[in-house]
């Protein structure tokens, strides 16, 4: 789970906006109350991250590889922020 806690954060946001904008004029209550859950969301996310952060590693963290790596044989790693790199 924790390979993906960077997507979600970024992803949760844009779900949320999305709902509301699909919402009639006159529910604003209920558009109140999604964009309160997301921001909870949002919040145990970071806190997550903030958590599972470690101080002691030298590396890279909260990574996750792609399927473009197998096809690579192992050689290409993409960082969270769209970086490929090549190892």
Request: proline fraction near 2%.
């Amino acid at each position: 789970m924790n390979e993906h806690l960077l997507t979600l954060i970024i992803v949760f946001p844009f779900l949320g906006a999305i709902t509301i904008l699909f919402l009639p004029r006159a529910k604003s209550d209920i558009a109140k109350i999604i964009a309160a859950v997301v921001t909870g969301i949002q919040l145990w996310i970071a806190v997550q991250i903030f958590f599972n952060f470690d101080r002691a590693s030298t590396g890279m963290q909260f990574l996750f590889y792609s399927l473009l790596r197998l096809l690579l044989r192992g050689k290409l790693k993409k960082v969270k922020d769209g970086i490929l790199c090549f190892f």
